[in-house]
């Protein structure tokens, strides 16, 4: 139960990176590591900038996966 909640959360928070990194042009290595570096120095709070691209992508794709098609409008 422990490591489906570890794998859960290793993989969501690759894709907010990656995603994140797609859509400014940068690779998800170097975003991951300005989070660790922003958060050891400004003792955590890029984790709440973290967790709102989570969220927001999220209700993106909840969003989008709810319309299938053009007649759903």
């Known amino acids: 139960m422990i490591e489906k909640i570890r794998s859960y959360f290793e993989?969501?928070?690759?894709?907010?990176?990656?995603?994140?990194?797609?859509?400014?042009?940068?690779?998800a290595s170097k975003i991951r590591l300005f989070?660790?570096?922003?958060?050891f120095m400004t003792l955590g709070s890029p984790l709440i900038l973290y967790f709102a691209l989570m969220f927001v992508i999220q209700m993106k794709d909840s969003i989008?996966?709810?319309?299938?098609?053009?007649?759903?409008?």
């Open 11 to 27: 993989k969501q928070g690759f894709d907010v990176l990656s995603r994140t990194g797609d859509r400014i042009g940068v690779k």
């Open 35 to 39: 989070f660790i570096y922003a958060s």
């Open 64 to 73: 989008r996966s709810r319309r299938t098609s053009v007649f759903d409008l």
